[in-house]
């Protein structure tokens, strides 16, 4: 083994505090280090000269970098290592700027004596590192998009134009969701003049004859197993009972049929047969039948001259192999029902999504707004708005972002067919955001009221059916009572009953209000806690059909990513087993908070999916899981060679995600902590044994630090703070201060407390006597780097 050693001086932002004369000389007396070089700028075209030119000189096999943060340039001399015949994963990093030298203000002699602990630490590590190699796996490239709205039209038509072969499911029997519902949509170019169906209608058509698209209408997901890359999906296909292949779409069975329903996609202001078309445009174009309202009577058999009715159709069980999952499940409206004193009980008392659908062109009223009981066109109109939004008492505490929109969308609409039309829209907030405003601007100038207030009640008059609206005027501080003609509600978007379903069928996570909760908001928008199943949508949380055709787009794309080529190659930062100790009791299942081991014969860690959280290697009791780039050997040699004898210290162990990063911007602003901090940097803080803890501090250390970066994930941080609990425990148990090992949730931009927490742990922690009691300090002279 020769390890060579890379001293960059960083233009003196390191040399000027560090003494490279006497750090050089101390890791030349270490074992294993063949050369010890330094350079002004190692990441500089002569620097990496250097290093290339130093690495075949000397034969090197093992490299160790003492420069700035890994963060910052360690992938550049990962690539350098592999051009100069080392294996990538054979390198390490002393970060001696952000993590020692930008801690002190000049040359410093504990400056030398850190950054010594540094390099120690990482030529131990790199002297128990294996060669690794990334895993290379195949992938299925098809894809499963549930949901046929238009977030899952968008992602199908996007991925089928790359080569990819989609299976859509939607529950309903044409695809094109709630937008397909509505008449105009407001646009950022438009005021509310832009047609829905003009929008919708030519991609539904292009997804009905797309060669990578195969439709499954009428159908559920019922089982998805398997894997990121490799899922199989088991769907199960309700019976249409009207062959679409045979069906031409003439009417003729609906017009004999004798059953008549209330039509939903007319929102009930119309009927329709037991055998009907959904809608004009519906995809496919074929009719179906509604077996619980068909009296069996057999007159659309006998009718039907290309024979595409059988009443004796049944499901059926379709199953498909795929890479990769999009979810795209919509949502549903609030029912107001759920607060009588709103009025929906009565019959001029309507919904936005309904005044949409007598506004629409294919509506009954032919795109006219007239009152449902006595057909009159309304002249004094009353929009509610936040009806089961932002209310903790009724509904739901979020706002449902399209509302205020949909509200101005209709207004101006019904202004335009009715001048003289009172409008009155009482609100909490009107939330018109970025290139949106121009609508209020214009509703304004039209004369729409707005009354800022929430109405506490909806009365009707039992003679004339006309309405009384009790409101309390925030701004002028009265109490009033609006008489109408109509009252609208704008109720909430929650998820429907589709996305709950699929989130429990999936083994996903969802926010408290029931929508599925993406990765991360900002990093992972669109993918979910299971690789491989992406979401996008009103699926995710409430949105307009822009942000929605967005989402759907960038889901698609991410979908790509994965299984674009055929295969994907994988870093080796994954949890393997070893099976020779592994004996399949399954606790690394129950605490993985993806799902990303199974137990099938034998646990299998999906490296896909493996998140290198590390609960699984922690969990184990046999030792059998462990991170190549991570592991115990490694881990225990740096906590042996960072620590000093005879000194106060602590062991920070800090996951390599967020609580790494936020030291390093400790460093960059020049924020002190003590000397006795001793930095190591682990995937995350869940993989740290029991045995790891003890032997930190039975070799010196005087206390354990955890900082683990928060993750927003729920499972992860009950795990962390369970394994605190028992850490605790055990510490007691062998008699030693359990206050001597501290967990803390650390945020990247509170770099500052996690500099004042460690400050705190180390003076709480650092008594000599204390130390003493449980020390044994292994070190011997020769070991030590600098001598004291």
Known sequence: MKVGIFLCHCGGNISNVIDFAQLKNAANNIAHVAAVKEIDFLCSSAGQDMIKKECTEWGLDHMVVCACSPKLHGQTFMRLAEESGINRYLVDFANLREQCAWLYNNKSHEATLKAASLVRAAIAKVCNTKPLVPVSLKVNQSVLVIGGGISGITASLTLANQGIHVYLVEKDASIGGAMAKLGRIFSVDKLAEECASCTLSPIMQEVSTHPNITVLTISQVEEVRGKAGDFSVKIKQRPRYVDVKKCTACGDCAAICPACVPDEFMEGFTVRKAIYLPYSQAIPRAYLIDKENCNGCGACVQTCRSEAIDLEASERCVEVKVGAVVIATGHRMYNPAAMPHMGSCFSNVLTQIQVARLLSINSPTGGYLFRPLDSKPPKRIVMIQCVGSRNEKYGHTYCSKVCCMVALKHALLIKSQIPDAFITICYMDMRTSGMYEHYLLHAQEKGIRFLRGRPCEVLEDPITKNLRVRVYDTISSENLEIEADMVVLSTAMEPSESTKDTARRLGLQS???????????????????????????????????????????????????????????????????????????????????????????????????????????????????????????????????????????????????????????????????????????????????????????????????????SSGDPKKEFLAKEREQVYHSELHFNGIDPERLKYAKVYIPAYHQLVEMLNKFYAKTSDPDNCKNFSTCMFTNQERIIDN
Not at 582 to 606: E, M, Q, S, T
Not at 634 to 655: R, V
Request: charged fraction near 20%; charge should be negative; glycine fraction near 10%.
């Open 511 to 709: 926010t408290q209000h029931g929508f599925i909760k993406e990765e991360h908001s900002k990093l992972k928008s669109v993918q979910t806690s299971s690789a491989g199943i992406f979401v996008c949508g009103t699926a995710q949380g409430p949105k307009d059909i822009t942000e929605c055709i967005i989402q759907a787009n960038a889901a698609a794309s991410k979908t790509m990513e994965l299984i674009g080529k055929g295969e994907v190659s994988i870093e080796p930062e994954f949890a393997i087993i070893n099976y020779e100790h592994c004996d399949n009791c399954g606790k690394c299942a129950r605490v993985c908070p993806h799902g990303a081991i199974l137990i099938n014969g034998r646990a299998y860690i999906d490296p896909i999916a493996c998140s290198g959280c590390g609960g699984c290697v922690s969990e184990c009791p046999n030792n059998a899981i462990e991170f190549p780039r991570y592991s115990d050997s490694m881990i225990l040699a740096q906590i042996e060679a960072i620590l000093e004898p005879n000194t106060s210290q602590i062991i920070a162990f800090l996951d390599d995600k967020i609580s790494y990063v936020a030291a390093d911007l400790a460093g960059a602003n020049r924020l002190n902590y003590w000397r006795g901090v001793k930095i190591i940097r682990v995937a995350s803080t869940l993989q740290l044994k029991f045995e790891h803890i003890i032997f930190a501090l039975t070799h010196g250390a005087c206390g354990v630090f955890l900082g683990e970066g």
